[in-house]
């Protein structure tokens, strides 16, 4: 099993930023990669970031691609995101999640399927 949590959400003003974080613990040396996805209220899940567990392949939204940025401690086992001028509509719920199976190697890191661990989300408010 794999355990993972997100910190880091909160209130913030349009433009500003937040750096969410995502500790994982447990059995995480098999894991290959790590994405981030938020869900809005009425929508659906949707893909924002990821990056490999060696860390070093990213993988971004295209539309957000200019406002991110995702990175890995590995001393600490911690994926961190970097979101940059947000916007109203960044406002979700930011989740992180673990491919244990290598799915993203197939190029489906934006799909929820490739990750069979999910932690209990952060919430990001933007006020406009």
């Known amino acids: 099993q794999v355990q993972l949590v997100e910190s880091g959400g909160g209130l913030v003003q349009a433009g500003g930023s937040l750096r969410l974080s995502c500790a994982a613990s447990g059995r995480i040396f098999g894991l290959y990669a790590i994405g981030w996805f938020r869900q809005a209220p009425g929508k659906e899940r949707e893909f924002v970031a990821a990056?490999?567990?060696?860390?070093?392949?990213?993988y971004y939204a295209e539309s957000r691609k200019d406002r991110l940025g995702i990175s890995k401690d590995n001393a600490k086992n911690t994926v961190n995101l970097q979101i940059n001028s947000l916007k109203p509509e960044d406002s979700a719920v930011y989740y992180c999640?673990?491919?244990?199976?290598?799915?993203?190697?197939?190029?489906?890191?934006?799909?929820?399927?490739?990750?069979?661990?999910w932690g209990p989300g952060t919430q990001v408010t933007v006020s406009s």
């Open positions: 999640a673990a491919d244990p199976r290598g799915s993203y190697l197939g190029g489906r890191y934006y799909d929820t399927q490739s990750y069979d661990y």
């Open positions: 990056i490999s567990w060696g860390g070093d392949r990213t």
